[in-house]
């Protein structure tokens, strides 16, 4: 059985029906099209079940494979699913504590 990477809710109060802003529900959607099952590919994150990984998407779009050629390629993939491969790679990337200490070693190394 595998998880999805959709972060948990913050109930908030606003915006609709669920409480959530818009643009949290649409962030959480994308983010549900990421799964993990460690029966498939390895345990490596892939697209809606799919056996087709994110890093595989990351890796055409650094290659300059533009959106639609990946979507010809890969007809099961939507536009969305993109979406999701680029706002996972930023969530990943995107930890405050890492670049705190990143930080700290280059400064250190240069002795500042």
């Given at each position: 059985m595998g998880w999805r990477f959709a972060p948990q809710?913050?109930?908030r109060s606003g915006?609709?029906?669920?409480g959530f802003p818009r643009h949290i529900q649409?962030?959480?959607?994308?983010?549900n099209r990421i799964t993990y099952n460690p029966k498939q590919?390895?345990?490596?994150?892939?697209?809606?079940g799919m056996r087709i990984r994110?890093?595989?998407i990351l890796d055409m779009l650094a290659e300059n494979v533009s959106s639609g050629?990946?979507?010809e390629d890969f007809p099961d993939l939507e536009a969305e699913d993109i979406?999701?491969?680029?706002?996972?790679?930023?969530?990943?990337?995107?930890?405050?504590?890492?670049?705190v200490l990143i930080f700290g070693l280059m400064?250190?190394?240069?002795?500042?």
């Open positions: 809710h913050i109930k915006s609709d029906k669920s649409s962030t959480n959607s994308l983010l590919c390895g345990g490596i994150p892939c697209i809606r994110v890093s595989d050629e990946i979507l979406q999701a491969c680029l706002l996972f790679a930023f969530r990943r990337t995107n930890i405050p504590k890492l670049t400064l250190n190394f240069l002795q500042i």
